[in-house]
């Protein structure tokens, strides 16, 4: 239950400052100021913007399906925000400690298709429609690489645990597992221990370094998975207007963009746990300099959670910033582009990194 | 399949760039520019950062005599309905009252002759082509740099000029007309005392039609008029060009 609460606060006090951020990172890479009026430095704008949205009709267009168009963001938002109930957020501090978290991860994500086809459909216009097709099958070409990218450290860490996954890879290694050893870069040959060293060395995409490119193709098909730009042809502003959304106004509308920046972060963190070490500090020990000691913190101690929580969350949210940061940057791909990349780049490349990850699981045995 | 790995090369290597000029832009919006007008030498100087201002708060300084709001120096028109004549969209509104004498002098000398009772600019009309103030002959009618007058209602694009109260109309109005009464009354003594006189013409000017033209200027002229352009300056230059151009008149 305390899970529950955290999350749904953090997830809305995240979007508030996400979106403020957004704004602002756009501006300032285009050389603008951003918004500056409401509070300082524009700080309260995303509030203001808020306090609007909430007020502001809900609008069922007329030739609209209602039962469909209806619960349309509900289901979007309830299938992001239910992925975020088994992530462990610090060592002891968990919604649910499922034993398949990742597996059931994967498949509730899935399930916002479900709700963007309900909204896309149930608006009963071209645009709408246009938008949910274009995202369904968006999201289910990026599922294959992004599920291929995550089988290659389920393949390394041979449990589909979080938590297990995230104590694989730090200086607590042994709470879970009394044999398990950390070698320099996953090979047993090289004899180098890193099992008390700790820091990002012991993270994943040290442990196998073939994980720097499933990190790239998991970050790839993540953003796609989130329809971010430079996949955001779901709802590409200037094709489609909005896209699945383009009918829905106030409440709604707002569930709709609290699920993007939800799942933004939800794919943060799970792109943080699988691959650059979940709560576990980046600072190796260092000979007497025991830095990561100092900075991980038993865990179920109070040190550990809040030292686990500051990492794992500023991971997170630098990942998010890289997101904004590349939505910035990069034009949007074109449909047959964006399929292209998929199924001839991404999809080859993670299936050949499924059979080194197993080869690279018999080095570190 | 060569192409296959060339794509896979670009890709990484545009992506990069991509990034890289993002970055730089994301770091260099630490700085933002200095509102400096596009005169100053520096202004190009300034290519990173910032570009946008915070309108209100900051301004990035125009010319002095910018081409942008019509003003008046009431004071110193003489009311020739010049500026009303080639306004090619007829936005300056001018009601002059013609005065029995001269009344004062402008700032350079010119002596005034016609009140104005309205001097209206219609700023909403205003195609801000600039010619009232070159045919303007006391330099009264300019341009100021000041761009930021917009309304709610267009009607309060209407500048008033004109500083006379309706009483003051009134009595000048008056005055004029017992003076032309008067005048009316001595001609007909003098024609009747002298008839066939050409004489009468010149001094006629009074009861001409209500428009001025230039005619009181030219008569005052001979009187003492140290300078006059004929030659009509063009106002838009900086203040220190058109101080020379004047100082070179």
């Known amino acids: 239950m305390y899970a529950f609460i955290f999350f749904l606060t953090f997830l809305l006090i995240y979007t508030i400052f996400a979106v403020y951020a957004e704004r602002k990172i756009s501006a300032f890479i285009q050389d603008r100021y951003g918004p500056m009026e409401v509070g300082y430095y524009g700080l309260l ?14 609008i069922v267009p007329a030739a609209a399906d209602r039962k469909l168009f209806k619960p349309g963001p509900i289901v979007v938002f309830v299938a992001v925000f239910a992925g975020f109930a088994v992530l462990p957020l610090t060592s002891g501090f968990q919604g649910a400690e499922v034993q398949i978290g990742l597996f059931y991860l994967l498949a509730i994500i899935s399930l916002d298709v479900v709700g963007i086809l309900l909204s896309g459909w149930g608006s009963n216009s071209k645009y709408a429609l246009f938008g949910a097709m274009r995202s369904v099958a968006q999201i289910i070409s990026y599922e294959i690489p992004l599920g291929l990218s995550i089988l290659c450290v389920i393949m390394i860490s041979q449990t589909l645990s ?14 879970i597992d009394q044999e398990a050893v950390n070698y320099l870069f996953g090979i047993k040959a090289l004899g180098v221990e890193t099992t008390n060293v700790g820091g990002f060395l012991t993270w994943n995409i040290f442990r196998a370094p073939i994980f720097f490119v499933a990190y790239l193709i998991f970050f790839i098909a993540s953003l796609a998975e989130c329809n971010r730009a430079p996949f955001d042809i779901p709802e590409a502003e200037s094709e489609l207007v909005a896209g699945f959304h383009v009918e829905y106004s106030g409440f709604r509308w707002a569930l709709i963009m609290l699920s993007e920046y939800g799942l933004m972060l939800l794919v943060s963190f799970l792109g943080a746990i699988l691959f650059l070490g979940g709560w576990n500090s980046p600072l190796p020990n260092i000979g007497s300099v025991a830095l990561a000691d100092w900075t991980t913190g038993e865990p ?4 550990g959670h809040l030292w686990g929580a500051f990492w794992l969350i500023g991971k997170a949210l630098l990942t998010v910033a890289v997101q904004m940061w590349i939505r910035w940057t990069y ?9 292209n990349l998929s199924w001839k780049y991404l999809t080859p490349a993670a299936i050949i990194l499924v059979l080194l990850s197993a080869l690279w699981r018999l080095l570190m045995i | 399949m060569n192409d296959y790995w060339k794509n896979i090369r670009t890709t990484h290597k545009t992506l990069k760039t991509g990034l890289k000029i993002t970055a730089r832009h994301l770091k260099a919006a630490r700085n933002s520019r200095n509102p400096m007008s596009p005169k100053n030498e520096n202004y190009f100087d300034q290519q990173n950062g910032i570009m946008t201002t915070q309108y209100p708060k900051e301004v990035i300084p125009v010319p002095h005599h910018g081409r942008y709001k019509l003003h008046n120096e009431i004071d110193d028109c003489i009311v020739c309905d010049k500026c009303a004549k080639i306004c090619p969209v007829d936005c300056i509104d001018i009601e002059p009252i013609r005065s029995p004498e001269e009344f004062g002098k402008t700032s350079d000398g010119t002596p ?25 002959p006391t330099e009264c009618l300019t341009m100021t ?19 006379m109260t309706p009483l003051e109309i009134l009595e000048k109005k008056k005055a004029f007309e017992e003076y032309t009464a008067k005048k009316e ?53 900086d203040d220190g060009e058109s101080n020379q151009n004047l100082d070179k008149d």
């Open chain 1, 45 to 58: 704008q995303t509030v203001a913007d808020l306090l609007k949205l909430i007020q502001k009709e809900d």
């Open chain 1, 162 to 175: 979080l938590q297990e996954i995230i104590y694989q890879q730090g200086i607590y290694a042994q709470n």
């Open chain 1, 300 to 303: 179920g101690t109070v040190a």
């Open chain 1, 331 to 339: 034009p949007r791909l074109r449909l047959d582009q964006l399929m």
């Open chain 2, 112 to 136: 005034k002759r016609i009140y104005a009772a309205r001097f209206d600019i219609d700023m909403a009309k205003c195609c801000f082509c600039g010619l009232c103030t070159t045919v303007c």
């Open chain 2, 145 to 163: 740099d000041e761009y930021d007058f917009s309304e709610f209602d267009y009607k309060e694009h209407n500048f008033e000029f004109g500083e």
């Open chain 2, 185 to 237: 009354a001595e001609k007909k003594t003098k024609v009747e005392s002298s008839p066939k006189s050409k004489i009468p013409i010149k001094p006629k000017i009074g009861g001409g039609p209500a428009k001025p033209a230039m005619k009181p200027k030219i008569s005052g002229a001979s009187a003492s008029k140290p300078k006059i352009p004929i030659r009509p300056r063009i106002p838009k230059k």
